[in-house]
């Protein structure tokens, strides 16, 4: 089917060299270039088509345009005699897949986890020579406990009203929502430098305990479909396995640190 409708496509838009064409329609003022008339123009150059790109240079022609269309939005694409729509529409027209509008995602979470990793990995290289040490175990753990808890930090009023959802302790003693994203990133800091442990291994195993806990009886205990706080206000992940892994490998950092003079 997608076959048969990139061939009408191609037939219908064929120019005189033969060309697949489409019209586009985008906001380009001298104060405002619109991201997503960029992104259609780049997509449909992408898949092949040569692109009558228009621009909309001020405010009123750009309402007069969509006064014209009875459309809300710009920018507009055209293949043919059939509005696509904007930048969406036209992703989904080429059959890749859309974010729908609240839709959750461990996405960021992941992204966190292996750009710690990366961090990790590359500091052990150049410092020991070899990529898998101990210690790039341990910044590894570090390195994402920091990156998450600075995304905590650039709206901690969020992250309460979030955190406050779920958290066993925070529901009962309002102030550790505010508290928990400055202990996430001390003991975090403090674990990358094995700098006071009495003070890192403590905070780590406290707040990762009580995290564990709070997740696994929210998810399993009681069911609840909720997102979690762990990216931040803005984020939408899940809470569920990620959630309780980051909260179970910050109570295995701190038993670590705590035992690591004994093991070594």
Known sequence: MNDMSNNLDTQANSGARGEKTARLYRMVMEKHVCPYGLKAKWQLERKGYSVEDHYLT?????DAFKEKHDVKTTPQVFIGDRRIGGYDALREHFGEETKDEGETSYTPVIAVFAVG??????????SFGTPLTIRAAEWFVAFSMAMLAMLKLQDVEQFSTMFLGYDLLAKRWVPYAYLYPFLEAGAAILMAGHLLPWLSIPVALFIGTIGAASVFYAVYIQKRDIKCA?????????????SLTENLAMMAMGFWMLLRPAVL
């Open 58 to 62: 001020t405010r009123e022609e750009t």
């Open 117 to 126: 990793l990366g961090l990790a990995l590359a500091l052990s290289w150049w």
């Open 230 to 242: 762990c990216v931040g206000g803005s984020g939408n992940v899940p809470l569920g396995f990620v």
